[in-house]
């Protein structure tokens, strides 16, 4: 049974720092992984989306890579801004379609 | 396009009521997932269409929950009777299938069901 694990739980940095957060999968059989951003009381929003065969997507500041054969994938955000602030989740695609989340990072960005 | 639409946005009920949650996929799409956001257990997927058709309940968490799907535009999440532990956000997701590994779900702002 796949499992998603995001680590860590909860991250504060200061304005214009560059920070890394980390998902692990434990099963390697995967379609794709999504990096989601939600806000607090929202839904969720796709940033980034890598396919099984890819090894990192770029959206403007943010870079998500993806590592199979270890089960891992990170979510860099560059010069980090308090507009930043949100919960962070990660998810892998089965090849029945559905999405398998980790329990997120909330991310704070103090000004 | 409107986006995933849901409602209510918010619902208060007392224990033992029904709780009926809706759900407009984004049109043209042919996928549909219902998930359940708590903060001990995350985001789980409860039931999830293709085509109208269920495809996975094993997610329901048990016979008080039901979901049905009568056309490509409309789905319902049914609570009965609804207990506390229910209390949750609710999400319903959309996408293409056939898009492979670039498939990616459309999520709605969510539901948020408390139950007294």
């Known amino acids: 049974k796949q499992e998603v694990t995001q680590i860590p739980a909860a991250l504060s940095v200061p304005e214009g720092e560059n920070l890394v957060l980390n998902c692990s999968f434990t099963?390697?059989?995967?379609?794709?992984l999504q990096w989601f951003r939600q806000d607090p009381g929202k839904g969720l929003t796709s940033l980034l989306l890598i396919q099984s065969s890819q090894r990192e997507q770029t959206s403007g500041r943010l870079n998500a890579s993806l590592d199979k054969s270890s089960g891992r994938s990170t979510l860099y955000i560059a010069a980090s801004q308090p507009g930043d602030s949100a919960t962070y989740l990660c998810a892998v695609r089965g090849s029945q379609g559905n999405l398998i989340f980790g329990k997120g990072t909330k991310l704070s960005v103090k000004p | 396009d409107a986006g995933v639409i849901q409602s209510p946005r918010h619902e208060v009920t007392e224990m033992g009521q029904e709780v009926t949650l809706r759900c407009k996929p984004i049109s043209g799409h042919n996928s549909l997932f219902w998930y359940r956001q708590t903060m001990m257990r995350g985001l789980e997927l409860l039931i999830y269409f293709n085509n109208n058709v269920p495809i996975d309940d094993s997610g329901m968490p048990e016979d008080r929950f039901s979901a049905k799907m009568p056309n490509a535009s409309f789905s319902t999440l049914k609570i009965q009777p609804s207990e506390p532990r229910d209390s949750a956000v609710y999400f319903c997701?959309?996408?293409?299938?056939?898009?492979?590994?670039?498939?990616?779900?459309?999520f709605g702002p969510g539901t948020r069901l408390l139950v007294l």
């Open positions: 099963d390697s059989a995967i379609y794709n």
């Open positions: 997701a959309s996408s293409l299938r056939g898009g492979g590994a670039r498939e990616t779900q459309y």
